[in-house]
Structure formats: C-alpha cells, structure tokens
C-alpha cells in the first residue's frame, strides 16, 4: 500500500439493490425464472441469493415509482481495510457516513460516487447457512442447485451509466482501488465511453459506460453469473419461453470476452446472464483500449447491438440528447 | 419389402409401461427431478410425456409389487404398415390379439416377443395439444421447455434382457423389421452378449442383451432423451442433490457413442440420462461388432462400469448363476 | 407406396458439388479451418468429407469462374428404389440420362430440379475405409476424429433458391418422395417464401427457398454438422481468428431449431455449421407453417438475420429486383 | 500484512518445470495434443505456453533420466512484495539464494519447500509478444486460438506430494501467505490427507497430498485450464483418439468442483486438464475439511477413482509402503 503499492481493500461486490415499480413481477423473474432464492422479505425490500452466494443476501429488491439502482454494496477484505477505505472516502469528500448496516451486516459506510450513486461499504456479514431441506450434496456449496428456471449461481458485477466516466473510474481506482482492465476510447483519446474495472482476479466487476442522455445516477445492468456457455443458451430458451424480451441474444464480448445474454427484468431494469471470461492474474496487467474501428465490427463474432443498447437505462429520462450518441456503433 | 427390400413398417418406440413398487416416488423422480409432464391419471396408472414428445404419454407408470418393464408400445408408419406386421407376429406365432388401445390411442395389437416381454403395435393415436398456459414459444414444439429438474425432452430407447439374444434379435429383424446396428460378441463369434437395432435413422431404438442370471421378460433399462452432453452432467448435478443413486456417472459408450449417465428410479428401474450418439443414413450399414478385448478397455474413456450393471435388472432375480457372467468386463 | 403409403426411396443427401473461383482458398477453407479431409484429387476437382462422414466424399470442390452449386446428389436406398424414382424422374420430363458415376460412386442417373439446378441419384457407392494412420479408437467411427480447426462431422444439408418454391417443393415431394417438415408464408397463405424437406428423420435436408432476384439455380447455403452447441460457438472463435466474415453469429432458429452459424467460404458460398435441432419420427408429422407476424421476431432468441441472408446467393446476380423483397423480415 | 491482516504478496503460479526422459514425444503430446506453443527452445530445455498465458512461458520441459517436477516459479505482485517473501523465506531457513532468472525473466530467488521441492519467487517478467501470424483478433487475448489439439487456455495449478502435508501446508499459509481453502482429514482430524490453498481468487493454485510410499520432492499432477466442460469431454475424444491412456476420464471432483480429466503424458507425469470450479471472494472464508465417510462416495458423481491415483506420481519409486494406503477411498 505504501511505495506504491496497489490498494486491495475491497474483496469484492456484496449487494445491488434495484427499484422496481412492478415488485411481484419482478420477484417472479428473479425467483422462478431467473431461478434465485429468498433470502428474506422485509417490510420495505425483499433479498434474494443465487445457490452458489456464500452471503445472506446480495440482491434486494426494493419497491419504487421508476427502476433504477439503489445501494451499490462492497465488502472489504478486513476491518483495517474498511477503515483506510473510510478515511479515502472521506477524504475525498464523498462519504455520507456510517448505517446499521442493511439484512445479514453489520455496519456499514455509505457514500457517492461522483455521478451521484448511493455505494457503501462494510465487513462484518453473516455467512449463509442452509436449512436441512436445501443443504447441498457438496460440502462447499452454499446450498443446492435448485434446478429451476436458469439457476443463476451468484451475483457478478454491474455497470452503471456517468456523465463523466473519467472522473468516476478515476475515483473507483484510487479512492476504492480497484484495477482497471479495459477501456473503450474514442476520438483519437480524448473520449472514454466506458471503462471496466475490479478488485480481484475477476475481469471487472464494475463498469461505467458514459450516459450519452446526460443523466445521472443511472444503472445500465446487473450481471448474475452460470457456469457454462450452455446455462446461457439454455437461459435463452428459458427467457423466451417465459415471454421476456431479449434485448441481446446469446453472443461474445469483445471486451472480458464474456459469454452472456441480457433481458429487461419485468421492472425495466436490464440483466445479464453471464459466463466466461477470463481471470487476470498479472499485476502489471496493462489495461487494453478499444477505438472507434475496433468496436465498430460489434461483438466479437459480429452481431450487432440493437440502439437500445446504448440509450436505454434505468430510470429512464426520455430521448433529449441522443443527437449527441456517436453514429459508430459503440459495442460493450 | 418385396425383393429383398427391407421393411420399414415401424415408425419408432411410442410407449414404455414401468411397473413401480413406490409410484409417489417414482412419480416424483420422473416429474420434478427428470422433469417430466403428467399427461393423465388413471385409476390403475400415470401417463407421462417429455416436453419435446408429440404424443400424448410415452412413459406409464403402474403400480405393481416388483419393478420391471410392462408393455412395450411400437408405432406403425400407415395402417397398412399395422396390418403387414400384425400378420407377421401371427404368422410367428407370437400374436395375443387386438386391444381397444392404451390411453390416447387407437386400437393396438398386443404380442410377446421370444423372451415373454409383452409387446403392442398400433397406428391411431391422439397428437397432444398443449394447454394455453403451456404452449411453446417455437411453433415446432410440443410444449413449453418446463426449466423444472433434468427437463428430459422425451423417450429415446429401451434395453431388454433376453436369455436367447440371437432369438430376439432376429425376431427384431425379421418379423418387427428393425436393423441390425452393432453387437458385442464373445467366445470368437460364438455368444452373442448384445444386440442393438432400430427401425429408424437412430443409432438404436431397442437393444437385447444377455440375462446371465437366466431370468425372463426382464429390463435393463429405459433412456430419455436430453438436446446436450452439458444437459448430462447438469443432469448428474440434479440427482446428486435429489440423493438419487447414479449407478453410471456421465460417460462416453464405445457402443453408439452415446453420452449419458445411468440412475435408478425409486421404484427401482434403471433410468438412462442420454444424448449424443450418431444418426444412420447408410441403407447398406454394416453391423458393428465387438469382441472381448474391444470391450475390455471400459467405456470409451476408459472408465468401468459397475458390476451391477452386469447383474442388476428389473425385477431382481437373486444371484443364482452369478458365477456364468464373464470375468472380463462385458462395457454396454 | 401402394394405397397412399410414403414413397421412401432417398437414404439421405450424398453429396454437394460447390464452384469456387478461389479454389486454393477455399481448399484451405474447408480442410484447416473446418477440418475436413481430403479424400481424392482429381484433375476438375477436389473431394472432401467430414470425419463422420460414411461415404467416401460429400462434397465436391470444382474449380470456376463463380460461385455456386453444381451436383446435387442423392443415395438410393436400394437398386430398386434407385428405378423407382428413375422412372419417376422421368416420367415428370426432368430426367438428363444415366452417366458412369463420379469418384467413389457406381452408375448415377442425372436431372434437374424445376429451377434448374443439376441433381443425381445414384446407390452403388465405395465405403470409406480409412488408412492405417487415421483409424479411429472407435470401431464404428470411419476415421479418426482430426482435432484441426472447427472439426466438422459430416454433411447435413442444403438449401437452394428457386423462383417457385411451390413447383420445386412439390417436385421434391412428389418425385424425389420428401417429406415436408416447415414452411414460411406470407400474404395469408398466398406467398409461399421457403419449404423445408426431409427423405429421413432428420429434420431436413433440403430447403427451398424463394429466389426474390429472380435467378435460377443458385444456392443459398451448404450445412455441415458438428455434435455441439459448444462446438458452434467454438467454430465461431476459429473462423474470427482466421479472419473469415460471420455473416450470422451463432443463434438458434425458429425453424428447425437448428442452433448454428454461416460464413461465406473464400469462393462466395455461404457455408452454415449447424447443430441442434430434432428428429421427426411421426407418420404423421404435420407441417409447421409461419406467417409474416411469426417470423416478425427474428431468430428464436431475437436476434434480427441481416439483409444479406435474403438477397446474397451464389452466384451473386446484381440487386435487379431487390424491391420485391419484402420489408417485412423473413427469417429462416 | 501488519495487525493480522492476510499476507497477499503473490500474484500467481507462474511455470512449472516437467522433467522427462522421453522429450520428443513429451513435445509432441503438448504441442500437438494439448496444442500448446513452443515459445523457446534452449540446449537444455524446451519452454511452452498455452495461448491464453500472458507470460513468455508457463511450461519448461527438461530432459532427464526420470520424470518428475523441477522448479516451481511463482510470481510476486511486486518488487516490495518479492523482498518480503525472500526475507520470509530465509527466516523459516529455507533459501537457496538469488539467481540471473530463466528464459524471459529477471532475477528470481530460489528455495526449497519442507518437502524439499525447488520452488523460485520472481517479479520482473517479459511480456508475451504475439508475433504478426499468430496475433489475436481479440485485443485482450495474447495470441489466436490454436485449434489444434485440446487447445488448453493456460497454466493452472499443480499438486505436490508430501511426507508430511501439515509441515508443507503451514510453510505454505505461513511463508508464502497462501490462503487455506479446503482439507481431506481423516482418523478423526488426526490425518490429513491433502490441502488445498491459493494465493488468489482461484479456487486453487497448489495442492499437498500425502506422500503413502515417503518418497520425496514428489509430482501427483499439473493441470492446465480449458474454458468449458465440453472442452474437457472433446479433450477426452482427442487423448483417446491419440492412444494416451486416461487414468481418470471426466468426471466432477468433489473437492473444488473441478470438472476435469487426468492422462499421462509420454514422458511419465500425470496431467490434468481442467474446470469449472468456483472462486474464493470471501476474506473470511473458512477452509471446508472431508473425512473419509465423505469421501467414501467417490467422485461427485460417485464414479471411483483407480488405485493409481492414490499410489502412482513422479519419479515413481516402487511399493514400498503401500501397505500402509488406506483402504478406504481418498477421492481427490
């Protein structure tokens, strides 16, 4: 940490909270399609879990007039690393201070990222522990595979929209310090679309991609992980067999090189279905950047982002500045 | 049919009927761990379908004291395919007689093949209609994909034990008209050990292969069909969870080169996950056989099978001539 | 045959003949990217087959001023259904005469289909038997599984464009004895945009699709068959790192639902990998049939096809009529 | 790294040594089967990549009378790093001292595990550079897919005997700061069988085992990462097709939920071809122990593991003491 060293106070993302105007719906898809568990109902949220989340919860859904993301949580690596993390936070001048902590914590420090989403941090959590009837056949496992709908396994990672995705992506490495692996740049350099960071050997497990209709505090998706490319093909026949809009079907990123298909959860908010990918072990791994030529094939095996894609985000703000959104397709 | 021609007046395997000592059980394993549909209860049996099964029940499932195979049901291409048949059977002097047909069919004639399994062979048969609430988004399919269990898609094959194979196998061929695929032969060409044939362009739609405990009528096994060798070891997942017993973990058979996982349904039926496999175009296909030392390398990976899959078959029988099986591993 | 039974006559598709004016690139094609074998060169030409393929070749390389399909040819599945369907031929006024047969082929008897394309039938045939070096671990595997680049298994079908699909398609019923699987039409049954076909269980072998530009006997695309959906999306990576155009990235069809993709060989032909998809083993099988508001969805997942699917062919004939096509979006 | 805070100053395993007495056709069974790169060839030895590795080399084949495992290299994620671990290292007594570094390295320190295994600690380290032929499509990749052979993606873990497990894995935990993940412990906690740790979210990079016949400085495998199931059952059909004897063919571990094979490679060492798994985010994650009636079933499938891979590894040194295996299964 000190000489230089990178900062490895984050163990990993812990919770999304996403608000949705359609509870039930929304329940149902996460539940019975998507194939998580409740983890607990509340009177203001409810929790979920994938099978393979060794967390209480990391999914809370939480009844709202628009969709959207609410509390982005991350957990620390260790009470220490809570605390630098704190000071940074305040440091830096975004920190909202310290809450009870939310279901299965202890405290927790909540603060904003400079285009404005609520984040918080915190270490103390209670491990889940499955009643008899759902213990798993395997000793580290969480719990069993429910064998129902998709059987997402576990939470992955998000992406949020900003105004300015240098000024948050600066703040997620040196505030939160995180390790930036790639970049989408346009205009010989001068304009970063998105950029995709992590704190582990997990490709990224944030990214955020420039809100081109200049709002703020937007979410563009939650990521939920399955182990093979055919949970996701699978996923596919699962989603459209239940009447969900697939807004990109089964293909490869070039960027992560994940494997993944994304829906609207009945609530509006976008989420992917995700798998491959690659770790970085490497720490001097040198971020890869992305230019207006290089995304312009799309995806890796050419098939095109619809516009949506790109203009589409929760809560939605209508159409204002999409004049502005570049002409070249800009493939996540 | 006439110079020489081969007959081709089946169509495919249409039903198989389970005797099961514990139907609440079996009825669980084949519908919310296989995945199965209830197509129809009955006061004497539960009729059952894959989602992917154009007809209305390919699997029945009656309560009896011991398990083991009831009728085998063989679907005929035309009426007249029907009646070329049933004078065949007669003509074989294995013939029982018309029926007024099984739940959802027309009439059948009812027949014992030389081993004593009770057989039928039928035309009329209703074509299942799916509920509103369970209509596929595909035009071309049944149903909707259930995303409940395993999600078997529907009945593949059946494996009956027979004292006398080469009497059954040409039977099979002679009068049902199947062809002839591969065959396990041992003792330099003098013990025929098994036989696997089909009347269609699949590898096999039944096999024989040798009772060494001398029973009769007896199964080895009953196999549905998955779309992928991932759906397999998902498939191995979800019987582990469910504390199924798998008897034959995913593998590779030299034989058909299929790709399955063998378990024991409740009731105590041996049940085969399966997919893989190659289709048989060749009008002129030449048999495929294998003599001890092919076999004796294990499955195609080299993996043993398990003694009881020698010596276990529906009804169980004791261990009376045990000391008849072959030393070397005889690999289905 | 008699009394309104089925003409089946037709073992399956045998080979394809392609034109390739860039005969060393797509030699390299077929044989280091797809990983097919060379089977025989000739003077006029090259042969080919997939690993699993039983014939001694299925596809026919010739060398060409353009692109496009040559020979289409068909096993019998005796000498006498080979007369069966001569005299059949013959009898509609589509037959061109018997000729000594091609590499690797006893006599064949040569015609056209409605729209011009050549086609042969034939059923003495020489069986693969592959050299000492690539025998396979598996006895009843032709040859030995090359593990060089996508691994194709064998041929699987064809689809070829016609300015009447109703002609050709009922010639191919009619005639030729095929069974027909799906169709597209539009303008409330008036429009008949593509026919799928089948001489076996397998779900089809030959596609009539319409020809909007109004060309005559081109072709649409050429499928080989690999054993998984994980073995598409691997191809997809080999063919983008060998730097070949993804004219439709991995997906899975309404129609069919084959799951696969097409990519144009260096000659122009659109070539598809192709898995998935299931048999049809009823008799009475009835036609799937889609209208304009079905196929409105695109591909099964949503992904839309692009406007080279309908309006490229080999040979490529200029954009004369591309106005009939309709704005609608037809996909197969 | 101070106030109980975990030591985290490794970054990775980075290239293990094979020792073989039969180099060429060692060669020929990672380069052609395996489909790994030569990336340098020296007098002495022979260094190899997989395409997905980022370093010059991951793999270094030397000749020798006998096989076995040579050096072991692990990556600092520092300079600051590597000097903590070399004072470590020289506290517990165990330093041989610095040296120039092998090929595409800097200087490294060498040292010996308690089991007297040669392991080195290294930071600087030279890119790979992919040359123009063989540059990916994919910027993030660091050189095109192969498709030749299995295809292996990179380096992934190795498992070490030892005479003394604990002694070995507190060295490990203690010295290296590796963090323990999971246990086989058997008599009542008073054995332990294996030990499973990583430095990173990796599930695992080293494993200890029990060492049954007290050799010494002893190899169980190495094993290299391919990215889906399906690639380890296609790599299944390649081995076998190349006649290399598979002494495990696929199946699911248990411990890690590894999906993977284990055959031999031409000179002797047991080599894995692996995944799946799960990572590791928790910091407080609480390492999972098996005792013998857990491990009694086997793999997780239930299929058994052969006496060999409890007994043989290498050098291979007789039979000894292996009267003194357990009898009851130890299913790694």
Avoid at 91 to 116: I, K, T
Avoid at 287 to 301: I, K, L
């Amino acid at each position: 940490m000190t000489d230089g060293e990178p900062i490895r106070d984050i163990a990993h993302l812990g919770t999304v909270e996403l608000f949705s105007p359609k509870i039930d719906r929304s329940l149902w898809y996460f539940r019975d399609v998507l194939g998580m568990e409740i983890a607990h109902t509340a009177e203001s949220a409810v929790y979920l879990r994938g099978y393979g989340d060794y967390a209480t919860a990391t999914l809370k859904l939480t009844p709202a007039a628009k969709p959207g993301v609410g509390c982005v949580a991350w957990r620390a690596v260790s009470p220490q690393a809570l605390e630098r993390r704190v000071a940074a936070i305040e440091a830096a001048g975004l920190g909202l201070g310290w809450s009870n902590g939310d279901f299965g914590r202890g405290v927790s420090y909540r603060f904003h990222d400079p285009d404005g989403h609520l984040m918080e941090i915190y270490y103390a959590e209670e491990k889940f522990v499955a009643p008899a009837d759902s213990r798993s056949a395997l000793k580290n496992q969480p719990q069993k595979y429910p064998a129902r709908g998709v059987g997402v396994r576990r939470l992955d990672h998000l992406a949020l929209l900003a105004n300015e995705v240098p000024t948050n992506r600066r703040f997620a490495q040196d505030v939160l310090g995180f390790q930036l692996r790639e970049q989408v740049i346009f205009d010989h350099g001068r304009t970063e679309i998105g950029s995709w960071m992590s704190p582990t050997a997990a490709h990224h497990e944030i990214a955020y991609l420039r809100d081109f209709r200049g709002g703020q505090g937007r979410l563009h998706h939650v990521s939920f992980w399955v182990d093979t490319r055919d949970d996701v093909l699978r996923a596919a026949d699962i989603l459209s067999e239940n009447g969900i809009f697939l807004e990109v079907s089964p293909s490869k990123h070039n960027n992560s090189q994940g494997f993944s298909l994304y829906s609207y959860e009945p609530g509006g908010n976008r989420i992917e279905v995700y798998t491959g990918s690659f770790l970085v072990f490497a720490p001097d791994w040198e971020p890869v950047t992305w230019n207006e030529e290089e995304r312009g094939t799309g995806t890796y095996w050419g098939s095109a982002l619809p516009d949506s894609f790109l203009k589409y985000a929760t809560p939605d703000i209508g159409t204002g500045k999409d004049t502005e959104i570049p002409q070249l397709p800009v493939f996540f």
